[in-house]
């Protein structure tokens, strides 16, 4: 299906950055990003273009080559890497920034990778997740088909083991990113950082 729906010219979310992510990583100086599920490249060119080292890591050749184009295009630079999730090797202290922005995996997925997050960061490194929330099914905005495939704050809590929660949120706001997502979405943010223990800011809007 996402072969498919990335293989037109036509780029599905857009080529600007996810709003969240920009906002998170304005006072980040640059090193190595992990960027999940990045699809056709937004987001990892983004980064790229500020300076960061970034891999985009997808399951899909046809959205990798788009991001390889939109790289070149910007004039930066982007490793891509075709792989599956499920079985993807984050590593261990590899990456500073860790990125997630709507990667709507199936449970078991989505809950390997994230325990493999805090281990994949370095020390005071950062993960930044956006995902819907089961309140999204229905609104016909984009996103998941199914709850099983969403997030929420409480999961996320629990999933995302050895990393401290510096910002967790859960709210209704406009995602306008290409025709992929259209208007008002039910979603959750966090930010949360490798060994920082400095408190939990957690809000429902």
């Given amino acids: 299906m996402w ?5 037109g010219e036509e ?3 857009g080529t600007e950055p996810n709003d969240f992510l920009v906002e998170s990583v304005a006072d980040l100086p640059p090193g190595d990003v992990l960027c999940l599920a990045d699809g056709e490249g937004r987001n990892g060119v983004f980064l790229a273009s500020l300076g960061h080292r970034v891999t985009s ?3 899909t050749r046809a959205g990798m080559a788009k991001a390889a184009r939109l790289a070149a295009s910007r004039g930066v630079e982007l490793t891509t890497v075709v792989a599956d999730l499920a079985d993807y090797d984050l590593g261990t202290r590899r990456w500073d920034l860790i990125v997630s922005i709507f990667a709507h995996t199936p449970p078991p997925v989505r809950r390997r990778v994230h325990a493999a997050v805090a281990l994949a960061l370095r020390p005071g490194g950062r993960l930044v997740l956006e995902a819907y929330t089961p309140d999204q099914i229905g609104r016909g905005t984009g996103g ?6 969403t997030m929420t704050l ?9 990393l401290d929660i ?3 949120r859960e709210l209704v706001r406009p995602v306008v990113e290409g025709p ?3 208007g008002d979405g ?3 943010q966090v930010i949360a950082r490798q060994g920082t223990r400095t408190g939990e800011v957690s809000v429902r809007e």
């Fill in 3 to 7: 072969e498919d729906r990335y293989g």
């Fill in 11 to 13: 780029f599905l979310y």
């Fill in 57 to 59: 890591v997808d399951l």
């Fill in 144 to 149: 998941p088909p199914v709850p099983e495939l």
């Fill in 154 to 162: 409480d999961g996320l809590r629990d999933e995302l083991t050895g």
């Fill in 166 to 168: 510096e910002l967790g």
């Fill in 180 to 182: 992929g997502h259209t």
């Fill in 186 to 188: 039910a979603v959750v």
